[in-house]
């Protein structure tokens, strides 16, 4: 009787030293615009499963740091399947209110790139639970000319002197 009881443990042992974490890559950071709310910028990551069976993200919780100063933090409860043997793309939008973008410009960056540090933890699915795969990126988002201050003060002072 006792056997039958380890046995399923024993299963379950074997399968977590089966399953390979799967591995992440930072492939895109992009300034995706602004709106009424403030700006968004995208983490496009790279997600290969080492395994020759589908793993789950059951979500993600993720902090945006730029310029050193807490900025956007969020979570999300979406479901995508990373095929075995495959790289799947996540994209992660980070909303950064108008505030923090003023806090962003006090600290007098460079008119081009911002630098940010990305954190993230997804919660990849397994036959024996969820697994942490932890993300920590940091580097530049290039800020498109249409959105660099003197740009946004010039289109303002046009649009002064039309009207």
Known sequence: M???LLLPLLLLAACSMIVEKPKVNLSDVRFAGLDGDGATIDFLLTVTNPNSFDLPLNGYSYTVHMMALPLSRGESKDSVIFPGKTATDVLIPARLKYSDVLQILRRRPGLNEIPYQLTADLAVGTPIGDITVPVRKSGVVAVPEKYR????LR???DFL???
């Open 2 to 4: 006792k056997e039958l």
């Open 149 to 152: 201050p003197g740009t946004l």
């Open 155 to 157: 289109k303002f002072g």
């Open 161 to 163: 002197k039309r009207n």
